[in-house]
């Protein structure tokens, strides 16, 4: 039984990485939405967990240390934040005013998202925080009735999805400062929104770090008031 699920947790674990891998190269050579690795690696990985008939369940208890890394990865956001601190410091009423509006939009939205396609239950309160990144994501739904290991799958889509319109939306909209770019992904796709916003520029990168660790912070302190105040509206 143990050799069974040893070996479960080294090919899910492998295949992971190497299809990341395998993302960033065609990336790469290719740098188009749908050759982008935090979409592609998820797509051929639900394609192997079907044709292997593999539950979710199966699959997060031999990849969880992956998401166990996500907190430390999180962590290192603040070298950049700290590098752009004096932009920070001339325009945190601004920041901290947009990370508290668009925590409100995401929790709210998630959760009229939920009632119009009839969710209900740990299903709802899994998908309420599905805007931040996965560490404090994981937390809230723990707190507030959730599943967290659902909501890390929220949370993926979320990113996936996030940054791949949040960067349509820059190359539509007259979004020009390093300011209004950051939010935009930080607060929209999180993680991979940061990641993405890095690659954009470094000034970015930061605002988008900063946005995404506030908004995480806000959620945690205020997820669990809102969850019992929409239990009690809806």
Known sequence: MRSD?????????????????????????????????LLLAPVLLIAAAVACHQSYREYIRGTHWLVVLLAPVT?????????QRLLIRKHWLLLVAGAAA?????????????????????????????????????????????????????????????????????????????LARGALLGMGAHGAGTAKAHQIDGEVGAVAGL???????????????????LQWVG
């Open 5 to 37: 699920i040893l070996v479960n947790a080294v090919f899910w674990s492998l295949l992971t990485v190497g299809l990341y891998a395998l993302g960033k190269a065609l990336y790469h050579r290719k740098p188009t939405w749908w050759t982008s690795p």
């Open 75 to 83: 962590v290192a956001f603040a070298v950049p934040i700290y590098e």
């Open 102 to 178: 668009g925590s409100a939009t995401a929790m709210f939205s998630s959760w009229a998202l939920a009632t119009v396609f009839g969710l209900d239950g740990g299903l709802r309160l899994s998908l309420l925080p599905r805007s931040l990144s996965t560490p404090f994501a994981m937390t809230v739904s723990g707190d507030i009735g959730g599943v967290p290991t659902l909501t890390a799958v929220f949370v993926v889509i979320t990113g996936v999805f996030g940054a791949v319109i949040g960067e349509l939306l820059l190359g539509v909209l007259p979004f020009r400062s390093a």
């Open 211 to 229: 946005v995404m660790v506030m908004v995480g912070v806000m959620n945690v302190l205020a997820a669990p008031s809102v969850a019992k105040l």
